[in-house]
Nanobody, 120 residues
Framework: QVQFVESGGGLVQPGESLTLSCAASGFTFSIYHMGWFRQAPGKEREFVARIGFSSLSTTYADSVKGRFTISRNNAKNTVYLQMNSLKPEDTAVYYC?????????????WGQGTQVTVSS
């Protein structure tokens, strides 16, 4: 079955960096657009970043543009999110998923996510 295992989260101070990883399995990873989403306490899950199946195109939410970079390794069935200049408002549980539609939405099952907390 489709599975996503997110990792790399943690507690950091404002301005610091983190790199998240998401290992995917149960489907043909290389033919899907992939993305990252996040859900802050009391808020709905929101789109963060998207990468095309061949890595030629990327899209970011305005709130993270210029600070976050999405990438993928199709040989390892893994998608990454490099997060720089982190802000307290980036605090959330981060999830990866396959992407469809515009606006980008995840579909199918979700993983457990990885907690990112930005606090001084």
């Amino acid at each position: 079955q489709v599975q996503f295992v997110e990792s790399g989260g943690g507690l950091v101070q404002p301005g610091e960096s983190l790199t998240l990883s998401c290992a995917a399995s149960g489907f043909t990873f290389s033919i899907y657009h992939m993305g990252w989403f996040r859900q802050a306490p009391g808020k709905e899950r929101e789109f963060v970043a998207r990468i095309g199946f061949s890595s030629l195109s990327t899209t970011y939410a305005d709130s993270v543009k210029g600070r976050f970079t999405i990438s993928r390794n199709n040989a390892k069935n893994t998608v990454y999110l490099q997060m720089n200049s982190l802000k307290p408002e980036d605090t959330a549980v981060y999830y990866c998923n396959r992407i469809q539609g515009n606006p980008p939405q995840g579909f199918g099952s979700w993983g457990q996510g990885t907690q990112v907390t930005v606090s001084s």
